[in-house]
């Protein structure tokens, strides 16, 4: 992936001081067509993926998950809170915030949200289907 100081090179290069593309890709060791790519694009600056930068929950997230799903079948007298579950977490030798193990938590409700959305629209319901075999009758 190229890099913004890299881009403002070429482009400097290219434009203010009218240096041929061969002569831009021999100077920077990059291929011509890389060189090509990045002057006729519109994009000022080259999009890069979200940093993923490693987090204290992620060696308990399958734990936490699991304890979510057990938790959700429950009555809700039954559940523990989520700060018994992040109690727990501390036990096993979590050592992060609370607030991590709350915004894992909502981040896997509205998953779950989504896989129940998602399945709803392509299951077909009991009701729907006693009642279209009543018509056919």
Do not use: C, H
Request: glycine content about 2%; aromatic content about 10%.
């Amino acid at each position: 992936m190229i890099d913004v100081a890299l881009l403002g090179i070429i482009r400097r290069w290219y434009i203010r001081d009218r240096i041929s593309i061969r002569e831009i890709a021999r100077r920077l060791d990059i291929s011509r067509n890389t060189v090509r790519r990045y002057i006729r694009s519109d994009v000022s600056e080259p999009a890069y993926p979200a940093r993923r930068s490693p987090s204290s929950l992620d060696e308990f997230t399958a734990r936490l998950s699991a304890w979510l799903s057990a938790e959700a079948v429950k009555s809700r007298k039954q559940r523990r809170t989520l700060k018994q579950m992040f109690l727990d977490l501390r036990e096993l030798g979590y050592e992060g915030s609370y607030d991590r193990v709350a915004a894992f938590s909502r981040q896997w409700k509205v998953g779950q949200m989504e896989r129940v959305k998602s399945a709803s629209k392509s299951t077909v319901s009991p009701f729907l289907l006693l009642l279209s075999t009543a018509i056919n009758f």
